[in-house]
């Protein structure tokens, strides 16, 4: 005969159970909030961008054919491979006398082609936010010379230089708090309801049925009170007995 042990979740009991400990659960999450926002806030270091646009057709080259939006389209992906070349990053740094390896330039710059466009978008991220914007307007400056001296094209038209940033795109505060929160509430109310499963104590005839198949078939109420007071009327008579 094989045993199998089977454990039976009362829902409505574990819900009482977490409403006795609704206190503590509120208090773990509120810590959690406040520590997920105190390292946001003050470990963190907040990070800038700046983006600036340029239009990959100058005004000498027609679109007036499917092929011509081809050969735009095209442009704009061999222009995404330039961007990130040693020798346009490379001169970006020596002009702005940045102190900055090509790796690490390079790991701060992200270019984007939005679909069914010829507009090339730069975006430079940085702890500084005035450098960001100094950065992608000499990137998008020495892309658009690159492009007229090594491609034998006209210059991109920069249709939208950078912009200096008033916020940080990253991280955010009112995200990693709220993440910090609902950490919290997890963990504390996952505690409670394990520590509610794990315990097999006794604590009805319900579970006496359900754990040894035996039909309770009365019981007596135990109540302090009114045991402290039999005590209290008992003592006197044993002491005359003797």
Avoid: C, W
């Amino acid at each position: 005969m094989r045993e199998t042990d089977e454990i039976e979740i009362d829902l409505k009991e574990l819900l009482l159970a977490l409403k006795k400990k609704i206190l503590i659960i509120l208090l773990v999450t509120v810590i959690f909030a406040g520590i997920a926002g105190a390292v946001t806030g003050f470990l963190i270091t907040p990070i800038y961008s700046s983006t600036a646009t340029l239009y990959v057709l100058s005004q000498s080259t027609s679109i007036t054919s499917l092929a011509d939006i081809q050969v735009g389209t095209s442009l704009t992906q061999d222009y995404i491979v330039l961007v990130n070349t040693r020798p346009v990053i490379n001169k970006v740094i020596e002009n702005l006398g940045l102190d900055y390896t090509y790796e690490q330039m390079l790991g701060k710059i992200t270019v984007t082609n939005e679909s069914n466009t010829r507009m090339l978008k730069l975006k430079i991220a940085d702890p500084d936010p005035q450098l960001a914007q100094k950065m992608v307007n000499e990137l998008a400056t020495v892309t658009v010379r690159r492009i007229a001296n090594k491609m034998s094209m006209d210059e991109p038209s920069i249709i939208e230089e950078g912009y200096l940033a008033t916020s940080p795109d990253s991280p955010s505060l009112m995200k990693n708090t709220a993440l910090g929160a609902l950490l919290g509430l997890m963990l504390s109310a996952g505690l409670v309801a394990v520590a509610f499963i794990m315990n097999d104590t006794v604590r009805s005839s319900e579970d006496i049925e359900r754990y040894f198949g035996i039909t309770v078939l009365a019981a007596v109420p135990k109540e302090k009170g009114m045991m402290k007071h039999a005590k209290y009327h008992q003592e006197p008579s044993e002491g005359r007995s003797k």
